[in-house]
């Protein structure tokens, strides 16, 4: 069973990056989809971005639109999210999580943003914004 394992995670000053990277082992890495999904203290976990099995669609929140990229290295197991200019309501932690239904990604954002679609879920790695 593939298992997805986050890292990267820490504190950061408002307008600074950071990348996360989503190693995954047990499976076929480039079979999933994979998206990126965050949690505030007491919030709902809300979508953030996603990218197909290749590499060559993604899709992202509004929110992040401009400033976060999501990418793969299938050759590495591993995805990455790249987030720039972060603001401190961007403080969550962050999860990734897999798809292994490679079509849904296509059917438009009230699919692949649709945590409960997605079947193996990461440990989160915690974010912090400071201003």
């Known amino acids: 069973q593939v298992q997805p394992v986050e890292s990267g995670g820490g504190s950061v000053q408002a307008g600074g990056s950071l990348r996360l990277s989503c190693a995954a082992s047990?499976?076929?890495?480039?079979?999933?989809?994979v998206g990126w999904f965050r949690q505030a203290p007491g919030k709902e976990r809300e979508f953030v971005a996603v990218v197909n099995w290749s590499g060559a669609f993604t899709y992202y929140a509004d929110s992040v639109k401009g400033r976060f990229t999501i990418s793969r290295d299938n050759a590495k197991n591993t995805a990455y999210l790249q987030m720039s200019s972060l603001k401190p309501e961007e403080t969550a932690v962050y999860y990734c999580?897999?798809?292994?239904?490679?079509?849904?990604?296509?059917?438009?954002?009230?699919?692949?943003?649709?945590?409960?679609?997605?079947?193996?879920w990461g440990q989160g790695t915690q974010v912090t914004v400071t201003s």
């Open positions: 999580a897999l798809d292994q239904d490679n079509f849904r990604i296509y059917g438009g954002s009230s699919y692949y943003s649709d945590a409960t679609l997605y079947e193996y």
């Open positions: 047990g499976g076929t890495f480039s079979s999933y989809v």
